[in-house]
Structure formats: C-alpha cells, structure tokens
C-alpha cells in the first residue's frame, strides 16, 4: 500500500524558509516521480510543483507564484522528497500535500501538513 | 494559461439521486487531459476520473465523467452517504489549473 507522510509543517514568519519532507513507502520511490500540491485554508487546490525521477534528470517544475521561490528535491535512498521553501508570504499559508505523481496526474495523497505564515 | 470553471457552486441533494457536476474550460482542453478529485472534509483528495472518463482504481462504476473541448462532466448515478464531499475538476496539461469545486451537500 503507498503511504505518503508529510512532515516538517508550523509557524514561520514572513520572509523566513521552511522545508517540508514527505517519507514514502509502498512503491519503488526512485521509479516515481513525485508532486506537491497546497490548500489554502477554506480554499481550493493549488499545484506547487513537481521533481521527475533521477533517469530523466530528477528535474523540476514550479507554478508561477512559487518559482525562484521553492525547490523541490529527492532523496531515492530515503525515498524522501523535499519543499525548500523560501522567502515565505502570508498567502503560502495552505496545507501541503504531498503526491506520487505520474503523467500530470497525482495517484495518491499524502495527509497534509499545514504550513502558517505570519508574524 | 486556462481557467476551469465548475458549477454549480453547490448541489444539496439527498442519497440515491444523480449528481451531475459541470466543469467548463477557457479555451479547448486538447488531449484529454481532464481530471476529478473527491475531497471529503479534513481529508486529503483523491483521484477518481483521468483522461475525461478512465476511473482510477477502486473507483466505483457510479462516478462517470465525459466531455470534450471545453464542457466537461462528472456523474454519480446514485448517491451513497460518502459520496458527500467536494469535487474538483484539473488540467493537468500546462496549465495544471484546478476548478473552484463542486460541495455535494446532504439535502
């Protein structure tokens, strides 16, 4: 069974960096490309970002509103994956979830983990 | 960049009745690269439709979606208590934008 934990959430002030971590298991972490996704509170679903396996480079993707921003990265032999969040606004203020992420689709969820940014 | 837009905003309904969830692009949605997500409440989404009308696995055969171009739909035949959630509809082409959602409400 995938299961996809988010962790490293809290409250971090405006300007300040955060990074999150999502532990998989259940599948082979290095064959999958994996996915970020935000939920503002009472909000919709925003698309942060993904990283593609290390075979096609483990290259990245960002929205516009988190690019130059945000990075995601991967650790294939933690089966980790990470959001290094940077220069933080209020409005990054969502739960963050983490997806295993194949051909734009995310197949399952992590349960989120909220981040607020305030002062 | 394409905008979805999903109506109605809200749809109060009572267990066994057709749910039928409308999701309208900006501009003409090319490949078939059109999504649901169910998201019950304090819950994370998951996946149910892919490709237009290919449910995920597990997904039972009460959800159906269909449309093309830009007019897209997600159908729940018959209403069971945990089908009450909130539906989004994604690109998940270039633009990976999300619809608004749909609430399902108990009538």
């Known amino acids: 069974e995938v299961q996809l934990v988010e962790s490293g959430g809290g409250l971090v002030q405006p300007g300040r960096s955060l990074r999150l971590s999502c532990t998989a298991s259940?599948?082979?972490?290095?064959?999958?490309?994996m996915s970020w996704f935000r939920q503002a509170p009472g909000k919709g679903l925003e698309w942060v970002g993904f990283?593609?396996?290390?075979?096609?480079?483990?290259?990245?993707e960002y929205a516009a509103s988190v690019k130059d921003r945000f990075m995601i990265s991967r650790d294939d032999s933690k089966s980790i994956a990470y959001l290094q969040m940077n220069s933080l606004k209020t409005e990054d203020t969502a739960v963050y979830y983490c997806?295993?992420?194949?051909?734009?689709?995310?197949?399952?969820w992590g349960q989120g983990t909220l981040v607020t940014v305030s002062s | 960049e394409i905008v979805l837009t999903q109506s109605p905003g809200t749809l109060s309904l009572s267990p066994g009745e057709r749910a039928t969830l409308s999701c309208r692009a900006s501009?003409?949605?090319?490949?078939?690269?059109l999504a649901w997500y169910q998201q019950k409440p304090g819950q994370a989404p998951r996946l149910l439709i892919y490709?237009?009308?290919s449910r995920a696995t597990g997904i039972p055969d009460r959800f159906s979606g269909s449309g093309s171009g830009a007019d897209f739909t997600l159908v729940i035949s018959r209403l069971e208590p945990e089908d009450f959630a909130v539906y989004y509809c994604?690109?998940?082409?270039?633009?990976?934008?999300f619809g608004q959602g749909t609430k399902v409400e108990i009538k």
């Open positions: 997806t295993k992420y194949s051909s734009g689709l995310a197949w399952s």
């Open positions: 259940g599948f082979t972490f290095g064959d999958s490309a």
């Open positions: 990283i593609r396996i290390k075979a096609y480079g483990a290259t990245t």
């Open positions: 501009q003409s949605i090319s490949s078939s690269y």
């Open positions: 490709g237009v009308s």
């Open positions: 994604q690109h998940y082409g270039s633009s990976r934008a």
